[in-house]
């Protein structure tokens, strides 16, 4: 069974940094895509970043809104995602999820697994 | 980045009703669009992708057309468990992005 689990989430202030993570079991994460997603109360789901695999160097990509301050990496050894997270704003309060981009039809993948979520919360 | 434009927002309908979304895409995006149903305290759960294709194990009075930059999700009779917001994705750029969202009530 697919599993992604993600923990990390805590209240940290305005400037601060956090890492999250995510536990991945029950396929073979070396070969696939993953991305964060997060979701600010009451709000809508924003696409946070992606970072592929192996074959295709772990690049990552980033939505604007984060670039530069939040950092993508995996551990395919220890089966897990991270995510870094730096100069937090209030505005980065939000549930984040991560998410498998397993299903992959003309070069895209998309979200056939995400985890539970793990709550952010910036405030002073 | 592309924007996408979901309509309506929110949407009242009954048991065995007929519902249909529509999700515009700032710009072209081809058939790179899927469809997620979110209930609340949940994850997204992918519905519909590459526009039209069914994810396993989704129902199918799920459906997804469209391609360009105007796509739908139909449900063809609502049931008790579709009450839910439901987001359109694009996958088209390197940056992907949802759509606002339309939540589904019970009339």
């Known amino acids: 069974e697919v599993q992604l689990v993600e923990s990390g989430g805590v209240l940290v202030q305005p400037g601060g940094s956090l890492r999250l993570s995510c536990a991945a079991s029950g396929f073979t994460f070396s070969d696939h895509y993953m991305d964060w997603v997060r979701q600010a109360p009451a709000k809508g789901l924003e696409w946070v970043g992606r970072i592929r695999n192996k074959a295709k160097s772990y690049t990552t990509d980033y939505a604007a809104s984060v670039k530069g301050r939040f950092t993508i990496s995996r551990d395919d050894l220890k089966n897990s995602l991270y995510l870094q997270m730096t100069s937090l704003k209030t505005e980065d309060t939000a549930v984040y999820y991560c998410?498998?981009?397993?299903?992959?039809?003309?070069?895209?993948?998309?979200?056939?697994?995400w985890g539970q979520g793990t709550l952010v919360t910036v405030s002073s | 980045d592309i924007q996408l434009t979901q309509s309506p927002s929110f949407l009242s309908a009954s048991v065995g009703d007929r519902v249909t979304i529509t999700c515009r895409a700032s710009?072209?995006?081809?058939?790179?669009l899927a469809w997620y149903q979110q209930k609340p305290g949940k994850a997204p759960k992918l519905l519909i992708y590459?526009?039209?294709t069914l994810q396993s194990g989704v129902p199918s009075r799920f459906s997804g057309s469209g391609s360009g930059t105007e796509f739908t999700l139909t449900i063809s009779s609502l049931q008790p468990e579709d009450f839910a917001t439901y987001y359109c994705?694009?996958?088209?750029?390197?940056?992907?992005?949802f759509g606002g969202g339309t939540k589904v009530e019970i009339k």
């Open positions: 998410a498998r981009g397993g299903v992959t039809t003309r070069g895209r993948r998309y979200f056939d697994y």
């Open positions: 590459a526009a039209s």
């Open positions: 710009q072209g995006i081809s058939s790179y």
């Open positions: 994705q694009q996958l088209n750029s390197y940056r992907l992005t």
